[in-house]
């Protein structure tokens, strides 16, 4: 069976993908209520579709039988891709993280390091085994440059705890800016992720219908993974040149290793 990917990227392909699973929900009279009424069609507020409760819940469950995967992107700064290749995109590991904190900080007292990992023990119990992926990789590189200029939020949580900005830097010392391409099956997409996606959908569709276009613009979905991610799932990577730079104002960030080990033998 050839998979179908639902790639939030491709607007058109994905409205158009509607009458295939949805022509039973979105019928006639619904879309002729909506046509009349031309209500601001919302995702926070689905009370615009006529019986909203059971309406939404319907499309969410033909959405996800009828799509297999759903493309998504993770941004990092690897020292060595080929671990992604051969492992997967592996959940938050602590343990990992505190290692590699200590070794890129080995010139710091031991002690500094202890204090900075015990003020986020909080926070590495509720991201254990965590992977965050974007649907939208040109959105991923504007918004969120930081996980691909520095890596890790939580080291640059500690790094920031440790020394400050100047600390932080350092992370940039280490690894490739980097966008790893997935097709994640929508086994790994929880039902409220599911059903994040499918009202934006029904938000786009219900805009079209009333023409009354919100011009607010969907944000893509974010997916975050309770477990990790097997390497067959990773379709590809790239390696952005310039990047805007949230912890410098947004000016662009020249990303200077265009090539890794994974280019090269790939």
């Known amino acids: 069976m050839v998979p179908r990917v639902f790639d939030w990227r491709r607007r058109r392909s994905w409205l158009a993908s509607i009458r295939h699973y949805a022509s039973a929900v979105l019928t006639r009279e619904v879309r002729q209520e909506i046509r009349t009424s031309r209500p601001a069609c919302w995702t926070d507020d689905m009370t615009w579709l006529p019986d909203h409760g059971w309406l939404v819940s319907e499309f969410c469950s033909r959405f996800g039988d009828y799509y297999s995967h759903v493309k998504a992107f993770h941004g990092c700064r690897p020292r060595d891709l080929t ?20 070794e890129l900080f080995s010139d710091w007292p031991a002690s500094d390091m202890d ?12 991201e254990q085994g965590k992977v965050w992926l974007l649907a939208c990789d040109d959105e991923l590189i504007r918004r969120c440059g930081h996980y691909l200029i520095q890596g890790s939020e939580y080291l640059m949580a500690l790094a920031g705890t440790l020394g400050g ?8 010392e ?10 994640l099956p929508m086994s790994f997409v929880s039902a409220e992720q599911r059903m994040e996606v499918a009202r934006g959908i029904l938000s786009e569709w219900g805009q079209i219908v009333a023409k009354r276009p919100l011009r607010m613009g969907n944000h893509p979905p974010c997916y ?24 410098g104002g947004y000016r662009p960030y020249l990303n200077l290793g265009r090539h890794c080990s994974a280019c090269l033998t790939g």
């Open 165 to 172: 900005q100047p600390a932080q830097r350092r992370l940039r």
């Open 224 to 247: 975050v993974l309770d477990t990790s991610l097997p390497p067959q799932h990773i379709k590809g990577h790239f390696h952005p040149l310039s990047i805007p730079d949230p912890h």
């Open 83 to 102: 671990s992604y290749l051969q492992h997967g995109l592996r959940g938050q590991d602590r343990r990992h993280l505190h290692t590699e904190f200590r």
């Open 174 to 183: 280490v690894g490739i800016p980097t966008v790893i391409e997935v097709d």
């Open 115 to 126: 204090d900075a990992i015990r003020q986020f023990d909080a926070r590495v119990n509720r």
